[in-house]
């Protein structure tokens, strides 16, 4: 049975910079819903990675939750706050 794979870029406000077959809410202050256009047969793996050059290398992001149909993002600053940063996932099954 083939993969199903998204992979994408969302900017710090929010927006799809890269990537297709999903939609992106930037819910609340470093908070991300990242919604798969078609669902996956069973929960994906999803992993996630700041792209912002220019925060701190010890800004975070953190995959909170993952189902067929979404996975939720929270990113933060080097204090481990909740703040806007760029980042980039991979969900594949």
């Given at each position: 049975m083939p993969h199903q794979l998204i992979r994408g870029n969302i900017s710090a406000d929010?927006?799809?910079t890269?990537?297709?077959g999903f939609k992106v809410v930037h819910m609340e202050t470093g908070k991300y819903a990242i919604l798969f256009n078609e669902e996956f047969p069973e929960t994906p793996?999803?992993?996630a990675t700041i792209l912002d050059p220019d925060?701190?290398?010890v800004d975070n992001v953190h995959?909170?939750?993952v189902t067929t149909e979404q996975a939720i993002i929270s990113t933060g600053?080097?204090?481990g706050a909740l703040s806007d940063r760029?980042?980039?996932f991979i969900a594949l099954d």
């Open positions: 929010g927006h799809r890269a990537g297709q793996t999803v992993t925060k701190n290398r995959v909170e939750e600053d080097y204090y760029g980042f980039g």
